[in-house]
C-alpha cells in the first residue's frame, strides 16, 4: 500500500484547526438543508405527529452507522490491513453488517412508533410505518457505506488523518440525505 505525503502518525493542533475549520464550515451549510426540509414538511408532521417522534432516531441512526463503517475503515487503513479491494470479505462484511444493523434497528424504529402510536393516537398503520422506516432507514444506510468509503478513503489519499475528517464528513452528509429521504418516503407512503 503506498502511503501518501505526508505523515497520519503525527499531528498538531494547528494542522487540525487548518484542515477541519473549512470543512466544518462546508458540513455547517449542509446541514442547514436539513433543517430547511423540516422546516418545509412542518405541515405533514404535525398533521402526523408519529413522524416528529421518529426523526431524531432516523437522522441520528444514518449517521452514526456511518461513523461505525469509517472508524472501522479508519483503522484498517492505520493498520494496513485494506487497500479497498472489492475481493475483500473482511470489507463486505463490514458493509453487510452494517445493513444488517440498520434493518433491525429501523423496524425496531417502526414498531416503537406504533406503540407510542397506539397510546397517543394516531392514524398511521403499523405497515405504513414499516415502510416509511425501513425504506427511508436502508437508503440512509447505503448512503452511509457509500459516503463512508469516499470519506474514508479520500481523506487517506490526501495525506488527512481518516479519524480527524470522516465522521464529521459522513455524519453531516448522512443527516441532511437522512431528513430528507425520510420526508420524501412519508410523504410518498401518507399519500401527500
Not at 493542533?13 to 426540509?37: E, K
Not at 432507514?137 to 470519506?151: D, K
Not at 487517506?156 to 455524519?171: E, K, N, Q, S
Amino acid at each position: 500500500m503506498v502511503v501518501p505525503q505526508g505523515s497520519l502518525g503525527t499531528w498538531s493542533a494547528r494542522s487540525i484547526v487548518t484542515t477541519m475549520f473549512p470543512l466544518l464550515v462546508v458540513l455547517s451549510f449542509i446541514v442547514l438543508w436539513a433543517g430547511i426540509t423540516l422546516e418545509e414538511a412542518e405541515e405533514m408532521i404535525e398533521q402526523y405527529g408519529i413522524l416528529a417522534v421518529m426523526v431524531p432516531t432516523m437522522v441520528d441512526m444514518g449517521g452514526n452507522l456511518g461513523a461505525i463503517l469509517s472508524s472501522r475503515l479508519s483503522s484498517r487503513f492505520h493498520l494496513g490491513t485494506t487497500e479497498l479491494d472489492l475481493r475483500d470479505r473482511i470489507l463486505w462484511g463490514n458493509v453487510l453488517a452494517i445493513l444488517a444493523l440498520a434493518a433491525t434497528v429501523f423496524t425496531a424504529l417502526a414498531f416503537g412508533a406504533y406503540a407510542i402510536g397506539l397510546v397517543a393516537g394516531t392514524e398511521l398503520t403499523l405497515a405504513e410505518l414499516l415502510i416509511i422506516s425501513l425504506v427511508s432507514g436502508m437508503s440512509v444506510a447505503v448512503i452511509a457505506v457509500f459516503f463512508s468509503f469516499a470519506a474514508t478513503y479520500g481523506s487517506y489519499r490526501l495525506g488527512i488523518d481518516p479519524d480527524d475528517a470522516t465522521i464529521p464528513i459522513v455524519t453531516n452528509v448522512v443527516d441532511v440525505f437522512g431528513m430528507v429521504i425520510f420526508i420524501a418516503v412519508s410523504a410518498a407512503v401518507i399519500g401527500l
